[in-house]
């Protein structure tokens, strides 16, 4: 064979070789650009912890439960609050990269800034995350990835978004145990429950009690402990009132000065509730000093705030702010449930 023809089959083999180096390389930027992309993940059934934490030292953990949701292991969460959470996590996108003239100064606000997201399934973790600063026009998110494998971040920021969502998604991840509590106070469906008693500690003789034989049979009984008649559509009525009644706010860890003074105050109403269970739980219920700007916008001296109430429950533990509009209902007499035309003994 010729010397040139050799040279000629040389070059060929070397440039054969370093087009193939050249591909295995792009092709392995590629696969890292897919994977450092890869925020989201769609199997949110199979999410048993969420733990995030920002630079302020503020974190917080949700966890899966037989019994549901539960935040630090204390209280349940707020249902529409984990909801959202879960949604954000399956179907976060990225919109675009961050511009490389920005990406310094991304990374930078990040380090300092972001919300430091891990998800779990089982014990081990599948995806982890920081969560940034929205952008100027406000509809997208910055993000940073971490490969899960090796525990570094990946070098590029992106920004992201919830595909047919406008807005940013950072305030989406709570890490305050406070905003992740569920507000729910009373919440018992008829069948969970074995008697009502209230007492009215105002008018003494408005107090009555109430035994749920089963959901067809009840038994009602005054202040001195005479059985009464009364309306069964009235009566199952009332019973539904107590589902789904929530606070305002819970401030147990918050105003202690409010909830020490109200320590020594009488509660002007009282429900022990005892479920099927045998658990006795009860919940005090305090009139609350009105605002001064009531007085003044309506030309009436209150007493009392006509609008919002303190309880107490949790066995003592916790004091919440409630509404009238969504309690006043439980304050009654048995008055309510007289039927002249269906009473039923």
Request: charge should be positive.
């Given at each position: 064979m010729k010397k040139s023809s050799l040279i000629i089959i040389g070059v060929l083999i070397a440039l054969i070789a370093i087009s193939l180096l050249v591909f295995k390389k792009k092709g392995n930027s590629s696969t890292l650009d897919e994977d450092s992309r890869n925020f989201s993940y769609?199997?949110?059934?199979?999410?048993?912890?969420?733990?995030?934490?920002?630079?302020?030292?503020?974190?917080?953990?949700?966890?899966?439960?037989?019994?549901?949701?539960?935040?630090?292991?204390?209280?349940?969460?707020?249902?529409?609050?984990?909801?959202?959470?879960?949604?954000?996590?399956?179907?976060?996108?990225?919109?675009r990269p961050v511009a490389r003239q920005a990406k310094e100064g991304t990374l930078k606000v990040l380090s300092n800034k972001a919300i430091k997201v891990e998800i779990y399934k089982g014990n081990n973790l599948v995806k982890q995350y920081y969560v940034g600063h929205e952008t100027p026009d406000g509809e997208g998110t910055h993000m940073l990835l971490t490969d899960v494998e090796s525990g570094d971040n990946y070098k590029d920021p992106f920004v992201v978004f919830i595909p047919g969502f406008t807005g940013f998604l950072n305030t989406r991840y709570i890490v305050e145990e406070k905003h992740w509590r569920d507000l729910s106070v009373i919440n018992y469906t008829p069948d969970k429950i074995k008697t009502i008693a209230y007492f009215n500690n105002n008018f003494p003789d408005s107090s009555f009690s109430i035994q749920i034989v089963n959901t067809k049979?009840?038994?009602?009984?005054?202040?001195?402990?005479?059985?009464?008649?009364f309306s069964e559509l009235k009566m199952k009525q009332y019973l539904a009132y107590f589902q789904n009644l929530n606070c305002e706010a819970i401030f147990t860890s918050t105003d202690k000065k409010v909830a020490d003074s109200l320590k020594t105050a009488k509660p002007f109403?009282?429900?022990?509730?005892?479920?099927i269970?045998?658990?006795?739980?009860?919940?005090?219920?305090?009139?609350?000093?009105?605002?001064?700007?009531?007085?003044?916008?309506?030309?009436?001296?209150?007493?009392?705030?006509?609008?919002?109430?303190?309880?107490?429950?949790?066995?003592?533990?916790?004091?919440?702010?409630?509404?009238?509009?969504?309690?006043g209902k439980l304050f009654i007499t048995t008055d309510y449930f007289s039927d002249k035309e269906s009473v039923k003994k």
């Open positions: 769609k199997d949110t059934a199979a999410i048993t912890k969420v733990f995030m934490a920002d630079k302020n030292g503020r974190q917080c953990t949700v966890e899966r439960t037989k019994n549901g949701w539960i935040v630090n292991n204390k209280f349940h969460v707020r249902p529409d609050a984990i909801l959202t959470l879960l949604e954000t996590i399956k179907n976060v996108e990225v919109k049979t009840f038994v009602l009984k005054n202040h001195l402990n005479t059985v009464l008649p109403a009282s429900f022990v509730i005892t479920d269970n045998n658990k006795n739980n009860r919940y005090d219920f305090y009139f609350k000093q009105p605002p001064t700007f009531k007085n003044i916008e309506y030309g009436i001296r209150y007493k009392y705030d006509p609008d919002r109430l303190y309880v107490n429950f949790d066995d003592k533990k916790e004091w919440a702010v409630i509404q009238y509009y969504v309690f």
